[in-house]
Every structure is written in structure tokens, then in C-alpha cells.
């Protein structure tokens, strides 16, 4: 039975070496911010610099590991029925709502909804990093460097599965950035098998 992340929140969780996380777009062009802490060590988190150096190349998706700052290997990615996903950006907050979109009154948004879910384990908000943006859609202009952040290709039901290869404490939301998901807002589902 899949679990929900209603629109602009964020949940935590346990994950097992050896689960499998499928995170799913029930209604398609919603954005989830994913973040990964070692259970056993959280300073030891998801890196996109490590993953994406290994990686030589910044769209991830079947048979791409994610790596730790220590370079371990956090999960693996088994299924994926998108093939674009974001690693490059942080993920949205207050700040973001204010300097990118003028918001005087700004969500809190993933940033804010990660650090609220990932307290109770102990994980203060100077540690969460870069996410991994299951679903977003970031193109890159090869030439200039700059990007461009479109809705998601993800339609209805479209997943992403993870393997995790480690015991993690994940982080996980459903975007509030308008540009993330096309302006509108929309669940996320979660299931462990």
C-alpha cells in the first residue's frame, strides 16, 4: 500500500540495506525531492558532486548508483520510467521563494519540509545538501552552461525504484516550487518493498 506526500509537504523514514523505495507520480508533472543519510552515521549524506564526477554525466537514471560524500554507493537506481531527473539544484525554501519568485510572505518549501521531517532523527538543517529531484526537468544548454527549469516529463503513475545498499534515513517531499511542476501542486507516493 503506497504511502502519500500531500502537495508542499515532506515526510522521513527508515530504509533497509536491501529494500526497495519506489517513489511514483500519481498524477504526473509533480517533483520529489529526495535526500539520504547513513543511519549509523549521519554525516555521511547523498552527494550529487560524488555521483555525478563518477557518473560523467548529470541525467541519471537505470543502473546509476548514488553516491555518499564518502563514496559509497547510498542507492541504486533499478527502475525508472522517466529518464529526467534533476541533480543539480538545492532544494526550494524561503529564500528561493523570495529571490526567484519576489514572494514577501514565502513557503517554507522542500528545504523547510525536509528539515521539519528529518528533526526528530537528529538531523539538524546545516546537513541537508543537494536532493535528488525524482522527476524534474532541468535542460542544460551545452554551450552556455545555463539551464532552464521546465514541468516534468512524468505523466500518471510513472515511477523511479531505488535499491538502497545501506541502512539510510531518507528524506522525501512533494515540490512547492511552481517552476518544478508546471505551477501546479500535486501529491507524491512512496511504498517499500
Request: glycine share 10%; aromatic share 8%; charged share 20%.
Amino acid at each position: 500500500m503506497p504511502h502519500r506526500v500531500e502537495p508542499r509537504t515532506g515526510v522521513a523514514f527508515m530504509l533497509d540495506r536491501g529494500q526497495r523505495l519506489t517513489v511514483s507520480d500519481p498524477e504526473g508533472g509533480q517533483v520529489a525531492d529526495l535526500i539520504a543519510f547513513n543511519r549509523d552515521d549521519v554525516d555521511e549524506t547523498l552527494s550529487n558532486g560524488r555521483t555525478l564526477d563518477y557518473a560523467s554525466r548529470i541525467y541519471l537514471t537505470t543502473g546509476d548508483p548514488l553516491y555518499s560524500n564518502r563514496s559509497n554507493v547510498m542507492l541504486d537506481i533499478v527502475e525508472d520510467d522517466v529518464g529526467r531527473h534533476d541533480f543539480l539544484l538545492t532544494p526550494c525554501s524561503k529564500d528561493t521563494f523570495r529571490i526567484l519568485y519576489g514572494d514577501t510572505d514565502p513557503h517554507r518549501g522542500c528545504f523547510g519540509n525536509l528539515a521539519e521531517a528529518l528533526a526528530p532523527h537528529g538531523i539538524g538543517a546545516d546537513r541537508i545538501g543537494t536532493a535528488f529531484n525524482c522527476f524534474m526537468n532541468v535542460p542544460v544548454n551545452g554551450e552556455t552552461g545555463t539551464f532552464e527549469v521546465l514541468p516534468p516529463l512524468s505523466k500518471a503513475g510513472d515511477r523511479i525504484v531505488f535499491e538502497a545498499r545501506m541502512d539510510l534515513i531518507i528524506g522525501l517531499t512533494a515540490c512547492s516550487a511552481p517552476l518544478s511542476n508546471g505551477g501546479s501542486f500535486k501529491p507524491i507516493a512512496w511504498a517499500i518493498a
